[in-house]
């Protein structure tokens, strides 16, 4: 008797369709992946149209309405690819913390990107070798503070002496204070980079600020174009105007360095690099191309994120007036009338870097992580994040974790201080990113954080222009940034 015989004997033909089915739906269950669950999307362009739905400058309401519907997880589909959005504390530390899962790379074949950096691909958006190896140049160089004949703390100090002349010049008008924010940290890079800060009024200088402005109005990561490159060739798109005037003054910048470079004699972050291009053991990662993307990352990432950051500072101070006076108290009491704030006083002023930490954890100038992206499947929370994807960190999720934050709304830089009143370490706290993608700027950028607002606050004082109600309302593009507002600004005579 044969085994078929046998079997089709004892069981019907309905019962043995079943176990095909069952047989089949294992085989299915087995070698498919888990995906996180999310909205259902449309054959090709998925979930744009749900993504668009929403206005201008708020797409950080997008990524909270998924996360609430969806859970820390959520599966979004950019066109034909996928986009998973991670939230919360818990699950956004997993992903960035977990060293080997892959999730430090950059999807760098996304159109805008693989377009802008088919040049050389600086650190942002490099990845393996090229992007460790450039970073970790990049990272000594700005860690050490010692490029040139200037610390990084004495550049800014005299930057800061140019925004003081520059305010008090306009004291008691109303003003906007991103126009001189922007103008000091640009060249407070510029310094480090190049060797020498230019003067505001230098028509070379104007269009470089005027420039890096018009480019954190271009599109972003998240843009269309990324998920459907056709929709290029449709009419109506903005021409880059701008690029022309930042990439040629780069590149004079270069060209004057490479002139008249002298190994023995290393000024700035540029001559580093050369110097290091000449004498690495692997060349190859430090081309013409790769300086050129690097300083653009170091433009983009250092600028514009920490201006917004002062001016939303600044917008708290005269929204709070008494936390502002709290400070300015504080810097009375350790630095002194009309005394210059250095680094060394940073331990003795824990209620100024509270304030500080505080508008960094409620303003989130950077809702979310640069976009990551995995290089293979990757297994994170029970799900499989496939192949090819982008991965968006939500770091206002992690500021607003309700299971760490007691009413994450309410802006109290007591969030940051213990019951002694010193200053306290905070885990869902990471407006840096966490991990080895972890911004290579954190340690520059706390110290101007630091040092304009709390000499700016010992010099000035800060008030609104006739009482108006203070808006805190932000536009997500870029970056978060408050909407325009004007201060007016009265000098402090004592302090002067
Ligand atoms: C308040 C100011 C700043 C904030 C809030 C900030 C925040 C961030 C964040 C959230 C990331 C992305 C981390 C990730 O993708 O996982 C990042 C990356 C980066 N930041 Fe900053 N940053 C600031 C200032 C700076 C400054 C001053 C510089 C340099 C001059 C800088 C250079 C960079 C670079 C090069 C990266 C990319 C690192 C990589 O991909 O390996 N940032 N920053």
């Excluded at 089949?24 to 744009?48: A, D, M, V």
């Excluded at 630095?335 to 331990?347: I, M, S």
Aim: charge should be positive; proline fraction near 5%; include cysteine.
């Amino acid at each position: 008797m044969s085994v078929t015989y046998f079997i089709v004997s004892f069981v019907d033909i309905q019962t043995l369709f079943i176990f095909f089915i069952v047989i089949l739906l294992c085989y299915y269950i087995f070698t498919h992946p888990k995906l996180p669950p999310g909205p259902p999307g449309w054959p090709i362009i998925g979930n744009l149209p749900l993504m668009n739905r929403i206005k201008p400058g708020k797409r950080y309401l997008f990524y909270k309405e998924m996360s609430e519907k969806y859970g820390s997880i959520c599966r979004i589909r950019f066109g034909i690819r996928n986009m998973f959005l991670i939230s919360g504390y818990d699950m956004v530390h997993e992903a960035l913390s977990n060293v080997g899962n892959g999730l430090e790379n950059r999807p760098n074949w996304l159109y805008t990107i693989e377009k802008s950096t088919k040049n050389g691909k600086g650190i942002i958006f490099a990845n393996g070798k090229e992007w460790k190896d450039v970073r970790r140049m990049a990272l000594v160089t700005l860690r050490d503070f010692g490029v040139g004949k200037l610390t990084i703390e004495e550049r800014i100090i005299e930057e800061f002496q140019a925004v003081k002349g520059e305010l008090l010049k306009v004291t008691g008008k109303p003003i906007r204070m991103k126009y001189f924010l922007i103008r000091a940290v640009t060249n407070v890079i510029c310094s480090i980079l190049f060797g020498n800060r230019f003067d505001y009024n230098d028509p070379k200088y104007k269009g470089l600020v005027n420039a890096l402005e018009d480019y954190f109005k271009t599109e972003n990561t998240s843009s269309p174009i990324n998920a459907l490159p056709w929709l290029r060739f449709l009419p109506g798109r903005k021409q880059v105007r701008f690029l022309y005037i930042f990439f040629s003054f780069v590149s004079e910048q270069i060209k004057e360095h490479e002139d008249k470079f002298d190994k023995d004699d290393i000024k700035d972050f540029v001559d580093v690099y050369l110097k290091t291009r000449e004498t690495a053991d692997d060349k190859s990662m430090f081309t013409a191309g790769n300086i050129f993307r690097l300083i653009i990352d170091l433009f983009a990432a250092g600028t514009d994120t920490t201006a917004n950051t002062l001016d939303w500072i600044i917008l708290h101070m005269i929204g709070y007036p008494d936390i502002l006076q709290k400070c300015q108290e504080e810097v009375d009491k350790v630095v002194g009338k009309g005394n210059v704030v250095h680094l060394v006083h940073r331990p003795h002023l824990p209620y100024v870097q509270a304030t500080i930490q505080e508008v960094q954890r409620i303003c989130n100038i950077s809702p979310t992580t640069i976009p990551h992206g995995t290089v293979r499947d990757t297994s994170l929370g029970g799900y499989t994040l496939t192949k090819d994807s982008i991965v968006i960190m939500n770091l206002m999720s992690v500021h607003t974790d309700p299971k760490y934050w007691e009413d994450p709304e309410i802006f109290r830089p007591e969030n940051f201080l213990d019951e002694n009143g010193k200053l306290k370490r905070r885990k869902a706290f990471m407006p840096f990113g966490i991990g080895a993608r972890e911004c290579i700027g954190e340690s520059l950028a706390k110290s101007e954080l630091f040092l304009f607002f709390s000499n700016l606050i010992n010099t000035f004082n800060f008030s609104r222009v006739n009482g108006k109600k203070v808006d805190f309302d932000g536009f997500h593009g870029k970056s978060f940034v408050p909407k325009q507002y004007e201060v007016v600004v009265t000098p402090i005579p004592e302090n002067l």
